[in-house]
């Protein structure tokens, strides 16, 4: 995450080497060192982080794909909607339970 952080900050860097901030290098198109501030990097990963995490949180929250297919089958051919109406409730509590941080 610290080299998205790096790209995200410094729109000159095209290249970053290191694997923590004080290794961190980063390098304009002509070679040239680009400076960074560790700090700034820090908080931006960070930032970064943040805001993936709650695509993890849903990935594993949300009903299955087989809930999903059962559910809409029913609804879509035998026209019972208790499945399909259990699985939306499923959905949007977990998009309640873990929403997207605000921008």
């Known amino acids: 995450m610290l080299h998205e952080a790096v790209y995200a900050l410094y729109e000159d860097a095209v290249s970053v080497k290191g694997n923590t901030v004080e290794t961190l290098e980063a390098f304009d198109e002509n070679g040239d060192a680009v400076s960074i501030v560790a700090d700034d ?31 809409y089958t029913e609804k879509e051919i035998g026209e019972d909607t208790t499945k399909w109406d259990a699985y939306v409730v499923k959905y949007n509590q977990v998009r309640t339970d873990n929403p997207k941080p605000s921008e």
């Open 41 to 71: 990097v820090t908080a931006k990963a960070t930032e970064l982080e943040n805001a993936e995490s709650y695509k993890m949180a849903r990935a594993f929250a949300y009903p299955s794909i087989r809930e999903f297919i059962e559910a």
